[in-house]
């Protein structure tokens, strides 16, 4: 009987972009900004994100054994769309097969870099991979649902001692072409990653897409915002959440303002400061998303990209020069409509869509569901 041939590893058939050092100023895609795609919880998450609104439909599938990813592995995307950002910047050749050091990793997103970080970077990379997206957006007329993983796959490259010296993972096709499409893509504040709770950074990210720097901001209610967020929490706790993050006001370059229309129950999100400051400065400070210890963010660092295998630690070869080659969703809608994903609008104007360039969960410790 002839022995079933194996799928190739997608590696063997992708250049590979090599990011070797080098600073990348954060920048965060679109859809997963506006979208519930991700755990809010410390804690493990199996049950299933399902959201709805007109025809937009989002799927988030967990494993039992290692529960769905949550917003603090995102900054594993995080880090590569703002990687994959730079090097188009540069006019570098990138890829979704990208090779790296985890070290780099981890300073560009304010981690630790011991043996526990680097254990919770690899657990990160593993829900990444096990959870099952599927959803409608960004799909033509006839292909209507796509699934991915966050992570295709991915590889260590280790010492006989034991030491990750380089990492490299594949992502989806979906979330590249997400990022490279530079109309989706936005710059966020590095100070993001001192956010310490998954609703906080969810709702950060909510400000950027949806507020921006519109001087008037924008107004939600909690119910909604409820929805959007992909909670487990009960809508009651969920806004006692939302009033104890606006009486913190933790966000960077956001004031929170909770407004009330009877017993409607609304946040408005204002920009503060310049809100044409730039976002990619180093941050002084800044601690694990969660973590009892404190890391540091604002490491010089550097892309180098190219066309073939180059870092020095995978030896077929050496780095060489730079390859160089020369919200029509929700927020337009005033109240609540059925079957629409509907905010209130900006009181003060039409929303303007930003295009400027702008084991636990990864650097967590245990704690309730949400």
Known sequence: MPRRRLNPSERATLDPFVVASGAAAPRDQRDLMERPFFSLAKSRRTRPILYEAGDVRVEVYAVAQHGMATIWDA???????????????????????????????LTAIGRETGASDYRLLKAALTRLQSTAVRTTIRQGEHWRRHQFSWVNEWEEL???????????????????????????????DPAYFRLRGGIERWLYRVARKHAGHQAHGWLFDLPHLHEKSGSLARVSDFALDIRRIAARQPLPGYRLRIERDGRREMLRILPFGDRRRPVDGAVETIGRSGARTIGRSGATLSGDQAHKPQLSLWPESAIPALNKESNKDSNFLLGRKSGEDGCIRSAFGVHRDDHDETDAPLGTTPGGER
């Open 158 to 188: 280790t010492t006989h001692s034991g030491r990750v010296e380089g990492m490299e993972f594949v992502l989806p096709d979906w979330f590249y072409r997400g990022v490279v499409d530079r109309s989706l893509v936005l710059a966020i």
């Open 75 to 105: 900054d594993v995307l995080i880090w590569a769309a703002s990687q994959i950002v730079e090097a188009q910047n540069d006019g570098l050749t990138t890829s979704r097969f990208l090779r790296f050091t985890p070290y780099h990793l």
